[in-house]
């Protein structure tokens, strides 16, 4: 595309979109490259329903203009993508369509690749799969294998959320403040089954301490919401054996004080507890004693609500209270008068159990094994067959994957008598019969970051020399409704796993970036409720939100929710790229509010994106004019002072805004903050007189610097602009810069910050800002803890600040070309006695802070 059009129409950037689609660099990960440093970006992997919506493309632009970051750093990037395809959607679609979940799920994974392909994300196509394949669910059935053969898996019976429409089992978490389902709305019941269990709960204190790792980066609130899920392991759950023939074989109960297992008198349960069949309270529970595997006693059990259950327990343990005697006084039951002292002690007790397998391991009351049975007939089959000799049997591996049958519609598995039969693997017995549910779809996402490793890998889950060298993640995207159950079960499988060796380390994130959600006007009646579309809607004054319907003048209520059918607030991203291109519907997305903040779609917000790439193609068009126009036989003017002014303007505005950007893209991730940056370049930029447009070569590499900076966030706008400026006729630049004018946009280097350019580093005291450092970036990127304290302490005016009081203790941050910080703690009488009085009112307070800011000194140093 020559460059002979100033305007930059819609029509303009879909041709250069077009050009460009499939020259965006290689994406691949290289596995055999061991040189550069490997940084692994994954966001979330979708469901395929079919079509993307905004919250898809602003999570894959953010994983996206990362990936594309790093690679301009040097390194070598895994950012691959797959399908999480089992669930209930699928299976729904199937039994309305009356087709088969597989053909309707591989269907949507070809629709939604191309609409991914269309916005330019530069995956690793290659590490391809989804959940569904039996490629990859064989991998799962392996791992549930190694869980069961750990004693990690295990079946009983349980009083499970039971959701009559979709008819299978749901998660607590599962079921909304009102008792429905999270899919279907249904009111939710509940159901006495047996069920598969994962025992997450032996995990819970490593999980807990694992939370206070110091190589998680930017988990914040996250870190909250974990603790919160676990609980704090304050106590230990044991499992008691029930005396006699009954369908459970054990209960559980928790106690913050082993010991109190050899004191105790009985086992009080919940009216609402399994074993109360008979449904009564205040009672003597007939026929049913536990055996205390630590006395060898056994003990009566009393159905009561009169006793305080530890917090998520329908069991109480109790010992000699009064009030526990008066409870079973009133119950009929006798008790001892006397009581032995304890014969062992917690750490013996704990001990026996965890060598008898009963329990014994830290853990808080709340936190409950991870159900995973599932019955549906698109899930992972759980590899177990029953045998009526043998009992539960594990299907041997050279046997897997279990597959799922693919000549039947909506009949659910536990009804498909041919896929049902099977053979003992032990015994050979021919009238056994196949596990009937599937896994929870969270167990196949609790490992799939792993498999992109060594996506098609036939002898194995991957290759743990692999994992040693790729793990973890280095940045993981995706939404907060995921950072409870999804977090919470995949770092369960990797601490598991990293105790058997498998892999590096048990935390499988080292940074996440959590995405806010893309929020869409929506407009209600207010006297009904009623959702209607905004065509129906009149707005009368906007700033206030005041809007009518049009049909009938009811006053109508604007709110800012998310995107859905149901609310008539959804927008199709693709409409978007019809209208403006892939470019900008990125930039769009990127642009105004940090990735973490919630994003209120609005068209006008769209002018400040738009506008910004056409004064960037403007400017690319009027530079080539100018070179065009010099005539090489009489050589470059003498430079003016003007000229040698706005060219260091040019060399000043070109550091300080890249060391702006680059911090925005790799520290702080707050990509709306570079786009500003970037901007600020460009206003610079815009601003040179017509001989340093001509003749600048602190021009050219501002220009090259704002277009490199661009390529991860418009890819195919930045490699239009990088060709323009690369053939451009006269250029001053040469290759002692580094840029490599035969290459695309894609085969530069991230731009570096000048040698000599004064870099920031603020002191602060007490956490106060008192002034600034500007120190060569030579030197500055080579700064310790203790040399910025030295130097600190040189400055004369900091002295002044400080006082002469010692130092209490220091921090110091250091990025790299971007900036630092150094703060010391002093005691307040230090910090007056340096000048910095307190105070006496908030507002005083307020008011210097901002006075101080403004005026903050800036102190220069030397190489």
């Known amino acids: 595309m020559q460059h002979t059009c100033r305007e930059l129409t819609p029509e303009v950037k879909h041709q250069l979109e077009r050009k460009w689609q499939n020259k965006l660099g290689d994406c691949r990960f290289d596995p055999a490259d061991t040189v550069k440093p490997k940084r692994y970006v994954l966001a979330m992997f979708p469901y395929p329903s079919g079509s993307l919506h905004m919250g898809h493309v602003r999570v894959y632009t953010i994983s996206d203009a990362m990936a594309r970051f790093y690679r301009l750093n040097g390194a070598n990037v895994l950012h691959p993508m797959g399908w999480d395809a089992f669930g209930l959607p699928a299976e729904n679609a199937a039994m309305q369509r009356r087709i088969p979940a597989d053909t309707w799920t591989h269907r949507n994974i070809g629709e939604m690749r191309k609409q991914l392909e269309q916005l330019a994300f530069s995956f690793d196509w290659e590490r391809e799969f989804a959940t569904c394949q039996p490629e990859y669910y064989r991998w799962t059935q392996q791992l549930f294998l190694m869980l069961y053969r750990d004693g990690l898996a295990y079946q009983r019976e349980a009083l499970v ?215 549906r007939f698109w899930g992972t089959p759980i590899p177990i067959i029953h045998c009526p000799s043998c009992g539960p049997v594990p299907v041997p591996e050279q046997d897997l994957p279990v597959r799922l049958p693919t000549d039947s519609v909506g009949v659910p598995l536990a009804q498909n008598e041919q896929w049902l039969r099977a053979a003992c693997p032990t015994c050979h017995r021919a009238d056994c019969r196949r596990e009937s549910d599937t896994m929870d779809t969270f167990v196949d996402s609790s490992w799939y970051f792993l498999r992109f490793l060594d996506a098609h890998n036939r002898r194995e889950m991957f290759d743990s020399a692999l994992a040693h060298r790729l793990m973890p993640v280095d940045l993981y995207v995706g939404g907060k409704e995921h950072a409870v159950l999804h977090l919470y079960y995949a770092r369960f499988i990797a601490h598991y796993l990293h105790g058997k060796g498998l892999l590096p380390t048990p935390e499988p994130f080292k940074q996440l970036l959590v995405q806010g959600m893309v929020m869409g006007r929506s407009y209600r009646v207010a006297s009904n409720g009623k959702y209607i579309p905004p065509a129906e809607v009149e707005i009368v004054d906007e700033k206030t939100n005041k809007a009518i319907e049009r049909a009938t003048g009811e006053p109508v209520t604007m709110l800012w929710e998310k995107m859905s059918k149901s609310k008539h607030n959804g927008v199709d991203p693709l409409q978007v790229l019809r209208e403006h291109g892939c470019d900008a519907l990125r930039l769009i997305l990127l642009a105004d509010v940090a990735p973490t903040s919630h994003r209120n779609w609005s068209e006008a917000t769209f002018p400040g994106i738009l506008n910004w790439q056409k004064r960037l193609w403007l400017t690319m068009y009027d530079f080539r004019e100018a070179r065009a126009n010099i005539d090489p036989s009489s050589g470059a003017p003498t430079p003016t002072p003007e000229f040698t002014e706005h060219e260091h303007k040019l060399w000043d505005a070109r550091n300080y805004f890249t060391a702006g950007a680059t911090f925005n893209y790799r520290h702080s991730h707050q990509l709306s903050v570079g786009i500003s940056k970037m901007q600020g370049l460009t206003n610079v930029i815009r601003r040179a007189p017509p001989a340093v447009v001509s003749y600048g070569r602190q021009y050219e590499r501002a220009l090259a610097a704002q277009i490199i900076m661009l390529a991860p966030m418009a890819p195919h706008f930045a490699a239009e602009l990088w060709e323009q400026l690369a053939t451009a006729p006269h250029r001053v630049d040469d290759d002692a810069t580094g840029l490599r004018w035969d290459g695309t946009v894609f085969k530069q280097r991230w731009p570096e910050i000048d040698e000599e350019f004064p870099l920031d580093l603020t002191f602060k005291i007490n956490g106060a800002e008192c002034c600034i450092l500007k120190i060569p970036a030579k030197r500055f990127n080579q700064l310790t803890h203790q040399e910025s304290l030295d130097l600190a302490l040189r400055q004369e005016p900091i002295v002044k600040l400080i006082g002469k009081r010692p130092l209490r203790t220091s921090d110091f941050t250091l990025y790299p070309s971007c900036e630092a910080i150094l703060n010391v703690d002093l005691d307040r009488a230090a910090a007056e006695e340096g000048g910095q009085s307190e105070t006496k009112s908030k507002k005083e307070k307020k008011d210097k802070k901002a006075k101080k800011k403004k005026s903050l000194q800036v102190l220069h140093v030397g190489m």
């Open 161 to 375: 959320n039971w959701d009559p429409v979709d008819a299978t089992v749901l998660a607590d978490e599962q079921v909304d403040d009102n008792g429905c389902s999270w899919r279907s709305g249904a009111k939710v019941e509940k159901k006495v089954l047996r069920q598969w269990f994962v025992k997450t709960t032996r995990f819970a204190k490593p999980l807990l301490e694992g939370l206070s790792d110091p190589g998680l980066e930017d988990w914040k609130d996250i870190i909250k919401l974990q603790r919160h899920w676990i609980g704090e392991c304050e106590g230990y759950a044991f499992e008691l054996p029930l005396v006699g023939e009954h369908k459970m074989k054990s209960i559980a109960v928790w106690t913050s004080d082993p010991v109190e297992l050899e004191q105790a008198l009985f086992i009080a349960i919940h009216p609402t507890n399994l074993l109360n069949t008979a449904k009564q309270t205040d009672c003597l529970l007939e026929n049913v004693t536990v055996q205390n595997p630590f006395t060898g006693d056994v003990l009566p059990v009393i159905v009561t609500d009169a006793v305080t259950f530890p917090e998520g327990c329908d069991t109480y343990l109790a010992v000699g209270s009064e009030s526990n005697r008066q409870l079973a006084t009133k119950c009929g039951l006798k008790l001892k008068e006397n009581i032995p002292s304890p014969a062992s002690t917690g750490e013996e007790i704990v001990r026996k159990a965890l060598e008898q397998g009963i329990g014994g391991h830290p853990v808080s009351s709340k936190l409950r094994d991870w159900l995973i049975s599932r019955q």
